[in-house]
């Protein structure tokens, strides 16, 4: 069965830092998706981002950057010159290829201080 | 554009009471459609997803319900709560299930 680890439960940074929050899946199979969400106070969760198993070009949005690394089953998430409005819950997720279920991982609560 | 809405935000309701939470989706046709709890700590639980109309898979059995008489449409259901029903509830669709996906403004359920 899949998985999904987000091993950093909460980070706390100053204003302007750099931070890079992990996700670790676990899947046999070859065709997957995986995805980050941010979930800010108010409670409705945002999409980030989605990839596939077959590419692993990063991604690179303003701040936010993702690297995607299959060698070690990873799909870590970078903010650069974190904000206060950066503060959130981030989750990282996967799908697996002809699934409805989505697996979510515990999430990792990012707080930026002024 | 798709737009989900989600009602009502608050609810406060007492054990044994029954619920109706309700989601419904514009802009889309034939999504697949999510309901998930959070509970304090966080994490997201699948509680059921539906790809069609009258089609309700549900991930974890307890004394909730789903139903979807629309295609846009989907109804989260209790006959009667119980405490550990307490919790944030997210209603959320998506185009196929290898896409991203959308979540509602979420319901905030107390029982006392």
């Known amino acids: 069965a899949q998985k999904v680890t987000q091993a950093q439960t909460e980070i706390s940074v100053v204003e302007k830092e750099d931070v890079t929050l992990d996700c670790v899946y676990e899947?046999?199979?070859?065709?997957?998706?995986l995805f980050w969400y941010k979930q800010p106070p108010s409670g409705e969760l945002v999409f980030l981002i989605r990839?596939?198993?077959?590419?692993?070009q990063n991604e690179i949005s303003g701040r936010y950057s993702w690297n995607f690394q299959k060698s070690t089953s990873s799909f870590n998430f970078t903010i650069t010159a974190s904000q206060v409005v950066d503060s959130a819950v981030y989750f990282c997720?996967?799908?697996?290829?002809?699934?409805?279920?989505?697996?979510f991982g515990r999430g990792t609560s990012l707080i930026v201080h002024p | 554009s798709q737009t989900i809405h989600q009602w009502p935000a608050t609810l406060v309701q007492p054990v044994g009471s029954p619920l109706s939470l309700e989601c419904t989706v514009e802009?889309?046709?034939?999504?697949?459609l999510y309901w998930y709890r959070q509970a304090a700590g966080r994490g997201l639980q699948l509680l059921f997803y539906?790809?069609?109309?009258?089609?309700i898979s549900s991930e974890v059995p307890q004394n909730l319900s789903a139903s979807r008489p629309q295609d846009r449409q989907f109804i989260l259901s209790s006959k009667k709560l119980l405490l550990s029903d307490s919790g944030f509830y997210l209603c959320?669709?998506?185009?196929?299930?290898?896409?991203?996906?959308?979540f509602g403004p979420g319901t905030r359920l107390t029982v006392l």
């Open positions: 959320a669709w998506s185009p196929s299930s290898r896409d991203e996906q959308f």
């Open positions: 899947t046999r199979d070859t065709t997957y998706y």
């Open positions: 990839r596939n198993s077959f590419d692993e």
């Open positions: 997720a996967l799908t697996l290829g002809g699934s409805y279920i989505p697996t």
């Open positions: 802009g889309t046709s034939n999504p697949n």
């Open positions: 539906s790809v069609g109309i009258g089609q």
